[in-house]
């Protein structure tokens, strides 16, 4: 079975501070992982994605995440924090066979100060 | 392309009452995911479709949930005699079969069981 862990329910930066939101996975098979962003009272936005391809990932907004195989991490950076990133972050991992249900993390809240 | 859609964005209801909602995924889309997400957590998958089959169902998907998705295009999504704790928001999300694997997400249905 896979599984996600976030490590940090808040993480509050300043404003032009590096922002870093921690994900490590468990899988049984190669995996396939995912950054969403959600906003209040939203769905859910992918950010970025790791298909077996680059371990580096650059997605939208700045974002970018590196898969580390031998740590099961896929953690998410941004050099600099602005107040539009206030969002809840979630990691979600899905096997690279059959339908690739994702599984989520329980998600972290990022919270920008001015 | 408009994105996925789902209707009605909020639905109050009586415990005990019959409830459904409507997902319209991307038109070219072939999968359609259904997810569940209570207040502080991650999204937890419910069913799946591909085209008008429904492949894969979750345990949390109790006897009194039906989706169907009958031409291969929209779906709906029932509960049936709801409970307060069917309160949660209701995530549908498509996808291709072949590609990149990501899923979009609509903006969710929040139900609130009083």
């Known amino acids: 079975a896979q599984s996600v862990t976030q490590l940090g329910s808040h993480v509050s930066v300043s404003e032009g501070a590096l922002v870093l939101l921690r994900c490590n996975y468990s899988s049984s098979v190669p995996p396939y992982l995912f950054w969403y962003v959600q906003y209040p009272n939203q769905g859910l936005q992918l950010l970025l994605k790791y298909t077996s391809a680059a371990t580096l990932v650059k997605g939208i907004n700045g974002f970018e995440a590196e898969f580390k195989k031998s740590e099961t991490s896929f953690h998410l950076t941004k050099p600099s924090a602005h107040m539009s990133d206030a969002a809840e972050y979630f990691c979600?991992?899905?096997?690279?066979?059959?339908?690739?249900?994702?599984?989520f993390g329980t998600g972290t809240r990022l919270l920008v100060s001015p | 392309d408009t994105g996925v859609s789902q209707d009605p964005r909020h639905k109050i209801t009586k415990r005990g009452q019959n409830v459904t909602f409507r997902c319209d995924p991307i038109s070219e889309h072939n999968r359609l995911y259904w997810y569940r997400q209570t207040l502080g957590q991650g999204p937890e998958f419910l069913t799946y479709f591909q085209n008008e089959a429904q492949l894969e169902k979750s345990r949390l998907l109790s006897d009194r949930f039906s989706a169907e998705r009958p031409k291969g295009s929209f779906s709906t999504l029932e509960i049936q005699r709801t409970e307060q704790g069917d309160s949660a928001m209701y995530l549908c999300?498509?996808?291709?079969?072949?590609?990149?694997?990501?899923?979009?997400f609509g903006p969710g249905t929040r139900l609130t069981v009083t």
């Open positions: 999300a498509s996808s291709l079969i072949v590609g990149a694997y990501e899923q979009y």
């Open positions: 979600a991992v899905s096997e690279n066979t059959g339908f690739q249900k994702l599984v």
